[in-house]
Structures are given as structure tokens and as C-alpha cells.
């Protein structure tokens, strides 16, 4: 009797196991495989990223230093020396991805990465980014928001070659 309690059990642990999530579920990628924002085939090498609304989210800095750690934006190039998803900015930041995750659904593109990035003005720290980005699949514009702990602020891709 005991053994047919157990064969129930794993038939019903494999048939919950095997059952399909929902068709709006979450699909989490380490590659940058058919990224509507990192793909390079369909956006080209670079992208102009306006940063707005700074904000400074601890008592210990002001909005200056979040002002001279991100600017009003820069120009995003993959790492010439660097692997899969590094990249670097013409101001000098320098940027690994190392976490992303997507949502897809009626033409609508959600993503949220990590990210460590180095400072011009300090590159010998490595602070981690955590971003949201939207847009439309098939736009080469999509916007988003960004936090490393200290400073957040809202960012646009304005243009994408």
C-alpha cells in the first residue's frame, strides 16, 4: 500500500514539474540573445543614452556627485577589448552586464539588468546598477530607470545606430 501512496506522489511531482507556466511568464536569459536593446545586428554599435531626473537616495552625497558620476548622458559602445556584453561610453564609464531578465508580450519589451560599471573619475570602484527598461519589440527608443544604492534617475536610448 505504501509503495502505490509513493508512485502517486512522483506522478504527480513530475506532472507539476512538467506543466507549462503561464504564457506571460518571465523568461530569464545570461545571453543577450534576441535583446531588442543589446542586439547589435538590429540596433548597430552604438547607443545615445539621455540621463534625467538625478536623485540622490542617501544623506551622505548630494546630487552633485550623482551629476558627476552620470552627467546628462553619453554614447554607449560595445568593449572593443572586452567579451559579451561589455561595454564603454565616450565619456569613459565602463559597463558589464552580468544579469538580465525579460518580458515580452502585444509588442511590449521589459527587461531588468545588472550591471557593474566603472567611473571615469574613479575607476578602481566597480558599483552595481540595477535597471528597468522598457520599450516597444520593434523600436530602436525605449526608456527606463536606474539605482546603484546612492544615486537614481530615469535614462532614454534617444538614438540607436
Do not use: W
Amino acid at each position: 500500500m505504501h509503495l502505490n501512496q509513493l508512485k502517486y506522489a512522483g506522478v504527480l511531482l513530475a506532472f507539476t514539474l512538467a506543466f507549462p507556466g503561464s504564457a506571460s511568464g518571465q523568461f530569464i536569459h545570461r545571453d543577450n540573445r534576441a535583446n531588442p536593446f543589446t542586439d547589435l545586428k538590429r540596433l548597430g554599435t552604438s547607443r545615445q543614452i539621455s540621463i534625467q531626473s538625478l536623485t540622490v537616495l542617501t544623506d551622505a552625497v548630494g546630487v552633485e556627485f550623482c551629476k558627476e558620476r552620470y552627467g546628462n548622458g553619453y554614447t554607449v559602445y560595445p568593449d572593443p577589448n572586452g567579451r559579451r556584453g561589455q561595454f564603454v561610453s565616450d565619456k569613459g564609464h565602463k559597463f558589464s552586464l552580468y544579469a538580465r531578465s525579460e518580458l515580452r508580450g502585444d509588442g511590449i519589451y521589459a527587461e531588468h539588468s545588472q550591471i557593474l560599471i566603472n567611473f571615469p573619475n574613479d575607476p578602481d570602484v566597480e558599483v552595481e546598477i540595477t535597471q528597468f527598461i522598457t520599450g516597444f519589440v520593434n523600436s530602436k527608443m525605449f526608456s527606463g530607470v536606474f539605482s546603484d544604492g546612492v544615486c537614481s534617475g530615469r535614462f532614454s536610448v534617444i538614438d540607436a545606430r
